[in-house]
């Protein structure tokens, strides 16, 4: 009969046995020994991971040793697109068990946007923190993803006349927020009710007084820093 055991055993004269032993992660065999010091090793790693007594005939002792692996390192290609960097960067040896951690710094215009992760690497499920810790168990690349972001201000003149806002996809924004580009943003303009409501709406307009729209609502793509201001009138005071 095969036995397979952790503990003390009782078995028959003169049969067979097959001890079996199952590494923990990142540990192997070292051997098999027939004392609990490992002084007298009865037989290397084994087959398979086992060990076997062809004819048990006496009391038996059987111990089996683990030691850890040694941790298996590999490269990984680690990049940052324009708008940043990335530290460490280059080909960075990263182990299957010790974490590396990297760390993505945007310029000055930029923001952070999320990490690419491609081959045989681990790495947590939230991509979008600037700071990652991986391993990985093969060869593998990682870029740091940077996205151009720019300022967006906005007011309404006279300010006693009224006032200006500004929404991103139904959210409110603060004047001197910092966008992502190509984002598209509303502005609109109300008048105030004073001055015997004769308070109107004239047109919108850029830093440089450029008309930008004749509506009290504009709808603007963010390509560049923008300062946008609601000219507004009193007829009558």
Not at 4 to 24: I, L
Not at 100 to 119: H, L, M, N, V
Request: proline residues 3%; contains cysteine.
């Amino acid at each position: 009969d095969n036995v397979t055991t952790s503990s003390s055993a009782t078995a028959n004269y003169n049969t067979s046995h097959t001890f079996t032993a199952a590494p923990a992660n990142d540990y192997k065999i070292e051997g098999w020994y027939s004392d609990a010091n490992g002084a007298n090793k009865i037989d290397a790693a084994g087959k398979n991971n086992t060990y076997e007594i062809a004819s048990l005939t006496a009391d038996t002792y059987v111990y089996v040793k683990f030691v850890e692996t040694a941790e298996v390192m590999s490269q990984v290609n680690v990049t940052a697109t324009e708008g940043g960097t990335v530290s460490p960067s280059g080909t960075v040896e990263v182990g299957n068990r010790t974490p590396t951690t990297f760390t993505a710094t945007p310029a000055s215009g930029y923001r952070f946007g999320s990490w690419d992760i491609e081959g045989d690497i681990v790495a947590p499920q939230d991509l979008t923190n600037p700071t990652i810790s991986i391993t990985a168990n093969g060869s593998g690349s990682l870029t740091a993803n940077f996205v151009r972001v720019h300022t967006v201000n906005f007011f309404a003149t006279p300010a006693a006349a009224g006032t200006a806002t500004a929404t991103v996809n139904g959210n409110a924004i603060t004047s001197g927020d910092k966008l992502d580009v190509n984002t598209s943003v509303t502005f609109t303009a109300a008048v105030a009710n004073a001055y015997n409501g004769q308070c109107t709406f004239v047109r919108w307009v850029d830093g440089a007084g450029e008309t930008l729209s004749t509506e009290p609502t504009y709808n603007h793509t963010v390509q560049e820093d923008i300062t946008v201001k609601a000219i507004l009138k009193i007829t009558q005071y």
